[in-house]
């Protein structure tokens, strides 16, 4: 036995969605990358924002000295002052740098966030379907995931939150737009939700937060904006970065924000920067860091990933398949037409379409088609999906 034994479990059962994308790198050597319809992972097609790179070369050539040496656990004070600003800006919010930390992607805020707030044994109620490296983060922090399904239309149940809550409940951790699922929660279901944590976390005596992750903020459609959290609840801290909407997940990017308003500020944000640092981040990646401020307003074109739904929801809808049209993010999660999601993968892989079951969502039944591709991709692929579904219905 060389590595630990739950390291080689979780090879073991290592994520499907990883399994498909690399499936799909042998199956496009042997067919050909243009027959290959890869839907497996949400990486984006998308180029960076044309500013990306002359904000990238100015940072090069600035001739001062230190640049790339250690700098305070929260990042940079200049850029947590833009994000603050900046928040300020978009949300009701007061927002000041203090409650602001720089972190390595949303991943790894979430881990900077669940190692801070967790005791071994502390439960987080995750709404399903769910992003499902929540799991492995917080099996880091000794946390147990507390899922609770939500509804048909993917809302949030919050009558079955509320019963979820119990004495081990540490924090509620929720995800708008929704991978895999693109929706996004109302400002009602939000302050539902608020109503529910700060009633609960009164009746328990403890503070009940409210984790909220949103890479896929700026990706939102038809005019729907997504409520922010922090005038819903006030014991509320969100994860983000810029690897969706500025298509920078190899960079590394993103960063805290606290409710000006969190109860115990201070200890809250000191043992987040402790955690960063003890996490071995130590602090988010310097160049990125100061090219962010630059970079506040600016996205990539997301009526790339708004054609891409229009043809595959209309398709899809004409061949019969059955989902609820996404709102943000670029993902769509349409029912499965036969009951085992992983069968109807697997017939879709036959037509060279490469999508995941919703098992690897906590959803069974369904199907994740990660629509950041070429729309001519999704255009090609629309025979593949109508011939497998054909198949299920003249089978069954
Ligand atoms: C819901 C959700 N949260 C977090 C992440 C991680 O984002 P990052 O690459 O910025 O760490 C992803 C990445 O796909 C995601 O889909």
Do not use: W
């Not at 009633?199 to 949103?214: M, P």
């Not at 909407?245 to 043992?271: C, F, H, Q, W």
Request: a neutral charge.
């Amino acid at each position: 036995m060389t590595v630990a034994k739950k390291i080689e479990n979780s090879i073991k059962n290592s994520s499907l969605i990883r399994k498909m994308f690399e499936e799909g790198l042998k199956r496009k050597m042997e067919f050909g990358e243009d027959n290959v319809f890869d839907f497996s992972l949400g990486n984006p097609n998308l180029e960076p924002p044309d500013g990306f790179k002359d904000v990238l070369r100015n940072l090069i050539n600035d001739p001062g000295s230190g640049r790339h040496g250690y700098m305070p656990n929260a990042g940079y004070q200049e850029t947590r002052q833009a994000i603050a600003d900046y928040i300020s800006k978009i949300s009701s919010a007061r927002s000041s740098a203090d409650e602001i930390i720089m972190t390595v992607g949303a991943g790894g805020a979430l881990n900077v966030i669940l190692k801070t707030l967790l005791d071994p044994g502390d439960e987080v109620i995750i709404p399903s379907p769910y992003f499902m490296e929540y799991n492995f983060y917080l099996d880091n922090h000794q946390g147990v995931p507390r899922v609770v399904p939500s509804k048909a239309d993917f809302s949030l149940d919050l009558e079955a939150m509320e019963k979820a809550i119990c004495e081990k409940t540490k924090a509620v951790l929720i995800n708008s737009p929704n991978n895999p699922t693109g929706k996004v929660y109302s400002r009602e279901e939000l302050l539902g939700l608020g109503s529910i944590l700060e009633k609960s976390g009164k009746r328990l005596g403890r503070t009940i937060y409210l984790i909220s992750d949103e890479p896929y903020r700026k990706l939102a459609y038809d005019g729907v904006t997504v409520p922010g959290i922090f005038d819903v609840f006030r014991e509320s801290i969100v994860g983000t970065s810029f690897s969706k909407d500025l298509s920078l997940p190899g960079e590394r990017i993103g960063y805290i924000a606290v409710n000006p308003g969190i109860s115990e500020k201070d200890t809250v944000m000191a043992g987040m920067i402790m955690s960063n640092r003890i996490l071995g981040f130590v602090n988010a990646p310097a160049l990125m860091q100061r090219a962010i401020p630059s970079l506040l307003d600016a996205s990539v074109d997301i009526s790339f990933y708004r054609k891409n739904r229009d043809i595959l929801c209309d398709g899809l809808a004409s061949f019969g398949y059955r989902f609820v049209r996404p709102q943000g993010a670029f993902y769509l999660f349409p029912e499965t037409p036969i009951r085992d999601d992983a069968e109807f993968v697997s017939m879709l892989k036959d037509e060279n379409i490469l999508t995941v079951p919703g098992s690897a969502f906590g959803r069974p039944g369904h199907m994740r088609i990660a629509y950041c591709t070429s729309p001519r991709v999704v255009e090609r692929s629309l025979p593949g999906f109508e011939r497998a579904i054909k198949r299920c219905n003249t089978q069954g």
